[in-house]
């Protein structure tokens, strides 16, 4: 039904997932610039980069949302990538490896939870950096501010911030409290486990820094946090999906 025969499959190997940040020429000679929006909301100085930076696109490029709450530009001429990165640094808009701050941040997704969803038990969309600001504390001290972590927050068992497939993933369970779950693999070939139920923002800080501080100095090469955690047997690799929901294995 095709009308022609299709090339052999070639191999392809996922090494990544996520938002890239930053410029990238195109194929067609146009650029694209991703940009990090925290959770998803565009707001003050961001929102009034933005729609600048549409009035400078308008009848050419376009602005687009990504599957991890980030934005991308694309399809911006030469002639106005200069304007549009002098939107970005009047305005603060993280956008490279130096403005998003930590590995933690460029990596993090919530929910939108309470107040707004009437399902969620806790908070996430409101409540997730400000854990994140704590870590990247942590992380700044064990030299790993900037590895890339993926950390994901929901308000509920229905998991619409997919906790299930982050390194570090936590699932409300009453405001303040969050079950804790750990070691999925970077790429997403590997769900979570549970580690902790009922957790506060200080538990988490306490059973965290010891942890970050071993994958500082005791990680193989290029190996990564969700790996680490499996190959220390801080927990057991979730190898089948049914057996997700089941109590901890430490």
Same mark, same amino acid.
């Given at each position: 039904?095709?009308?022609?025969?299709?090339?052999?499959?070639?191999?392809?190997? #996922?090494?990544?997932?996520?938002? #890239?940040?930053? /410029?990238?020429?195109?194929?067609?000679?146009? /650029?694209?610039?991703?940009?990090?929006?925290? $959770?998803?909301?565009?707001?003050?100085?961001?929102? %009034?980069?933005?729609?600048?930076?549409?009035?400078?696109?308008?009848?050419?490029?376009?602005?687009?949302?990504?599957? +991890?709450?980030?934005?991308?530009?694309?399809? $911006?001429?030469? @002639?106005?990538? @200069?304007?549009?990165?002098?939107?970005? +640094?009047?305005?603060?808009?993280?956008?490279?490896?130096? %403005?998003?701050?930590?590995?933690?941040?460029? +990596?993090?997704?919530?929910?939108?939870?309470?107040?707004?969803?009437?399902?969620?038990?806790?908070? =996430?969309?409101?409540?997730?950096?400000?854990?994140?600001?704590?870590?990247?504390?942590?992380?700044?001290?064990?030299?790993?501010? *900037?590895?890339?972590?993926?950390?994901?927050?929901?308000?509920?068992? +229905?998991?619409?911030?997919?906790?299930?497939?982050?390194?570090?993933?936590?699932?409300?369970?009453?405001?303040?409290?969050?079950?804790?779950?750990?070691? =999925?693999?970077?790429?997403?070939?590997?769900?979570?486990?549970?580690?902790?139920?009922?957790?506060?923002?200080? *538990?988490? $800080?306490?059973?965290?820094?010891?942890? #970050?501080?071993?994958?500082?100095?005791?990680?193989?090469?290029?190996?990564?946090?969700?790996? #680490?955690? $499996?190959?220390?047997?801080?927990?057991?690799?979730?190898?089948?999906?049914?057996? /997700? /929901?089941?109590?901890?294995?430490?």
């Amino acid at each position: 039904r095709l009308g022609f025969k299709l090339e052999p499959a070639k191999p392809y190997k #996922f090494e990544h997932r996520g938002d #890239f940040h930053g /410029w990238v020429k195109g194929s067609d000679g146009l /650029w694209n610039c991703g940009l990090l929006v925290p $959770i998803g909301r565009v707001k003050d100085s961001s929102r %009034t980069c933005l729609r600048k930076i549409a009035e400078v696109l308008r009848g050419q490029g376009a602005i687009r949302m990504t599957c +991890n709450q980030g934005v991308v530009l694309e399809g $911006i001429t030469e @002639a106005k990538k @200069a304007t549009v990165q002098r939107l970005l +640094n009047e305005h603060k808009v993280m956008h490279s490896k130096e %403005t998003t701050i930590s590995g933690l941040r460029r +990596n993090m997704v919530a929910c939108v939870a309470l107040p707004t969803c009437p399902l969620a038990f806790a908070e =996430a969309e409101r409540y997730l950096p400000t854990l994140v600001e704590r870590l990247e504390a942590v992380t700044e001290r064990c030299g790993i501010s *900037q590895d890339d972590i993926v950390i994901r927050m929901t308000g509920c068992p +229905n998991s619409c911030g997919r906790p299930s497939m982050a390194e570090i993933g936590f699932i409300g369970k009453a405001p303040g409290t969050y079950n804790m779950y750990l070691g =999925a693999d970077f790429v997403g070939h590997r769900l979570n486990a549970l580690f902790a139920e009922s957790v506060n923002e200080d *538990q988490i $800080i306490k059973i965290l820094t010891p942890m #970050f501080a071993s994958y500082g100095q005791e990680r193989e090469k290029t190996e990564r946090f969700g790996d #680490f955690l $499996i190959r220390k047997k801080k927990v057991k690799p979730m190898t089948y999906g049914r057996d /997700w /929901w089941s109590l901890p294995e430490v």
